[in-house]
């Protein structure tokens, strides 16, 4: 059985440091950007969140793209 995916939405996530708790320990935060193209390389999608990172007063993280589709049977 052959099953297929049927890309659906794509999300960028920027991860920052939003400082520290008050045992000292680093806080982090996602900064999500939603609508991105399902068919966008994922070079370009890096290029962007870097552009978007260096906007950031705080430090970044990480950086991922989050994909969502439907399986359905081929």
């Known amino acids: 059985m052959a099953v297929n995916k049927l890309p659906q939405t794509s999300k ?7 400082g520290v708790n008050a045992n000292g320990k680093p806080v982090q935060r996602q900064r999500s950007y939603k609508n991105v193209k399902v068919s966008a390389a994922d070079a370009d999608v890096y290029a ?3 552009a978007i990172a260096n906007l950031q007063t705080h430090a970044v993280v990480g950086i991922s793209r989050q994909d969502e589709g439907n399986l359905v049977n081929a």
């Open 12 to 18: 960028m996530v920027i991860t920052i440091e939003n």
């Open 48 to 50: 962007v969140a870097q």
